[in-house]
Structures are given as structure tokens and as C-alpha cells.
């Protein structure tokens, strides 16, 4: 936006991190309880016996998240099921121009991750109400964010949030922090309040809502 004027070999640096991959992720309204399942934040891993295709790559295992706990998120006796599993940006912008192509790659995904669900959860298929596919075009969609990434790896430093040369100029976002993630956006702003504050000699004070 500003054409380079105000970067330096610091700022360029700061922005040479590998990123988080986007997701492809199956979300699965299921008229089903999973009271036997303990509730989980990392969810449950079970391996495949047989092996399902996402977006050009085999998988043997799989990782559900299974919101039983929640119960804003589905009516009682049912669940929120999610897979998801990272995937290449490039598979998908092939499909950009071919909506027709990109439903039925999304819609075959969908039947896939059910039939491994099958494998874990006997009877699941006959269950599922709803069902979702959100990949990287979706992020990139509803979200406007570069190639539908997550945000930068784990270990790169905290982007500069002012630029040299650039007076009264705030930077906040998804970019800025590592690790990636809306917690790590909103932290961003929060951090920028407070480098204003500093510099305008205020004190930073926080209130809850």
C-alpha cells in the first residue's frame, strides 16, 4: 500500500517466516450425543484402515474434534463434528474458475471424511444432518487474507508495528504476531494501543466489559 518507501533490511527480515498452512475443514452437524467420549480441546486421533484422499494427499490417521460439551452449538442429542487437515493453496486455486469442479472436489472431501469417520464411529453416516467444507478460498473468500494462511509459524518474531520514517502510523493484525490465529489478532491491537499510549505519554489501562 505504501510501495516500499518505509521499510528497511530489518522490516524485510521480519517478514521472511514461513507461514501456517491453511485447512481444509469438514464441519458435520451429527444427530448423535458421543456421551462416551470424554470432551477434548485437541480432540481424538484414531488411524485409518483404510486411507482417504484430501486435496491430492492421502491420509492413514485422523483428528475429530467433537463439541459435546457445547451446547450452543447443536440442539441436545446432537454434536458439532470437525476434521481438519492442512492443505496446499495451490490445489486449490485451480478450481477458482470452475465452481462446479470446486463443489464436487469439496463434496467428495465431505463423503470421504465420513466414510473414515465410519471406520471410528459405526452408524455415523446415517446421522449426519448438516455437513461444510471450508477450504482455503473460503478464507481467503470471507476473510480477504493472503492465500487463506493462518498466520506466520511458531518461533518468528513479532513483526515491527511502525515503520521507519512513518510517524503516527500503527500496524495491527493477523501479521504482526506470530503463531497466528484471532487471539493472537486481537492481542495485536492491544499492543498497538499501548505503543500509542507510550508515545503520547498516556498511561495504558485496561477495563473489563
Known amino acids: 500500500m505504501l510501495g516500499g518507501k518505509y521499510i528497511n533490511e530489518t522490516i524485510k527480515n521480519m517478514y521472511d517466516h514461513p507461514i501456517i498452512s491453511s485447512l481444509t475443514y469438514t464441519a458435520l ?35 475429530v474434534l467433537i463439541y459435546n460439551f457445547d451446547p450452543t452449538l447443536a440442539p441436545p442429542g446432537k454434536s458439532l463434528v470437525v476434521v481438519q ?27 470421504d471424511i465420513i466414510a473414515g469417520l465410519e471406520q471410528r464411529f459405526p452408524g455415523i453416516s446415517g446421522q449426519v444432518e448438516m455437513r461444510d467444507v471450508a477450504t482455503p478460498l473460503t478464507w481467503e473468500h470471507y476473510t480477504g487474507i493472503w492465500r487463506g494462511a493462518l498466520g506466520w509459524m511458531s518461533g518468528a518474531d513479532n513483526i515491527s508495528k511502525t515503520l521507519p520514517g512513518l510517524d503516527n502510523f500503527y500496524m495491527a493484525g493477523l501479521w504482526v504476531n506470530p503463531n ?10 492491544n499492543h498497538a494501543i ?7 505519554k498516556k498511561t495504558f489501562v485496561t477495563t473489563k466489559p
Open 29 to 63: 452437524g451429527v444427530k448423535r450425543a458421543f456421551d462416551d467420549i470424554p470432551s477434548s480441546a485437541g480432540g481424538l486421533s484414531f488411524p485409518l484402515n483404510k486411507p482417504i484422499n484430501v486435496a491430492g494427499k492421502e491420509k492413514k490417521s485422523m483428528n
Open 180 to 189: 497466528g490465529g484471532m487471539p493472537e489478532a486481537v492481542m495485536s491491537g
Open 194 to 200: 499501548q505503543l500509542i499510549c507510550k508515545n503520547d
Open 85 to 111: 487437515y492442512p492443505t496446499n493453496y495451490d490445489y486449490w486455486h485451480t478450481f477458482r474458475q470452475d465452481i462446479a469442479r470446486y463443489q464436487a472436489e469439496k463434496d467428495r472431501i465431505a463423503n
